[in-house]
């Protein structure tokens, strides 16, 4: 039998045809990049950051997009050091472009905290994770703002989730909620065992929201193991 191409992962994984005519495209061009000096099989983590370095020269933001099909290009060959390249290339764009998510888009988080976070300058994630990555950040911040230091810790939390692609709003306090709080625990778990686990918790607590699908899952876990450590939990 012979080996699959990657054509033929592609459609194994549910592409539709415009789509992995668009992949494929893109791997041809990083091909194309690399000329003769190297092959496909033989690049390394660097000559995928330079050529997102070229695209974004030519066309800044390009990068995010042009990456994808060597993300499940180099899943398929089984080359993961560059595949995790190209995972960080796009979620460095992605995030460039992403809305800051305020803390007040939060499921369940008491008004009267947030507004005495607001009098302080502290409205959404990314200024809840630099006031409070620390457990002494966090001990000097409910000080001056007289939050109950347990709230502190919560929003830290549900921020530091929202790092993760597609887990704001509800879908942070799912996760946080059924325990699955920080990005590190995130990544202990395996995909199928945490889409069940959450499954479970809805079904148990009448959670006012829908359990992920696998997809979303498998996306989220491999999301927390590529992330950088920023808050300090202990």
Same mark, same amino acid.
């Given at each position: 039998?012979?080996?699959?191409?990657?054509?033929?992962?592609?459609? !194994?994984?549910? !592409?539709?045809?415009?789509?992995?005519?668009?992949?494929?495209?893109?791997?041809?061009?990083?091909?194309?990049?690399?000329?003769?000096?190297?092959?496909?099989?033989?690049?390394?983590?660097?000559?995928?950051?330079?050529?997102?370095?070229?695209?974004?020269?030519?066309?800044? &933001?390009?990068?995010?997009?042009?990456?994808? &099909?060597?993300?499940?290009?180099?899943?398929?060959?089984?080359?993961?050091?560059?595949?995790?390249?190209?995972?960080?290339?796009?979620?460095?764009?992605?995030?460039?472009?992403?809305?800051?998510?305020?803390?007040?888009?939060?499921?369940?988080?008491?008004?009267?905290?947030?507004?005495?976070?607001?009098?302080?300058?502290?409205?959404?994630?990314?200024?809840?994770?630099?006031?409070?990555?620390?457990?002494?950040?966090?001990?000097?911040?409910?000080?001056?703002?007289?939050?109950?230091?347990?709230?502190?810790?919560?929003?830290?939390?549900?921020?530091?989730?929202?790092?993760?692609?597609?887990?704001? &709003?509800?879908?942070?306090?799912?996760?946080?909620?059924?325990?699955?709080?920080?990005?590190?625990?995130?990544?202990?778990?395996?995909?199928?065992?945490?889409?069940?686990?959450?499954?479970?918790?809805?079904?148990?607590?009448?959670?006012? &929201?829908?359990?992920?699908?696998?997809?979303?899952?498998?996306?989220?876990?491999?999301?927390?193991?590529?992330?950088?450590?920023?808050?300090?939990?202990?």
């Amino acid at each position: 039998m012979s080996e699959p191409t990657f054509e033929q992962f592609l459609r !194994k994984r549910g !592409k539709k045809a415009h789509v992995v005519a668009e992949l494929t495209a893109q791997v041809r061009q990083f091909k194309a990049y690399l000329a003769e000096e190297k092959e496909l099989a033989t690049a390394v983590p660097q000559d995928l950051l330079d050529y997102a370095d070229e695209l974004d020269t030519r066309q800044p &933001g390009s990068s995010g997009k042009s990456v994808r &099909g060597l993300i499940l290009y180099y899943h398929f060959t089984g080359q993961t050091d560059l595949a995790e390249t190209a995972h960080h290339i796009r979620e460095q764009m992605t995030a460039k472009t992403r809305r800051i998510f305020p803390l007040k888009e939060f499921r369940g988080v008491d008004p009267d905290c947030l507004a005495k976070l607001a009098s302080r300058g502290i409205v959404d994630v990314q200024q809840m994770l630099a006031n409070g990555a620390t457990p002494e950040a966090r001990q000097q911040l409910a000080a001056v703002t007289a939050v109950p230091p347990q709230t502190i810790l919560e929003l830290v939390k549900l921020s530091d989730l929202s790092r993760l692609s597609g887990l704001k &709003g509800i879908r942070a306090r799912l996760y946080y909620d059924a325990g699955a709080d920080t990005v590190a625990k995130i990544a202990a778990w395996e995909p199928e065992a945490l889409r069940q686990m959450l499954a479970d918790f809805v079904t148990r607590t009448g959670f006012d &929201g829908i359990a992920p699908l696998p997809k979303e899952v498998q996306s989220v876990v491999h999301s927390a193991r590529s992330l950088p450590e920023v808050v300090q939990y202990n």
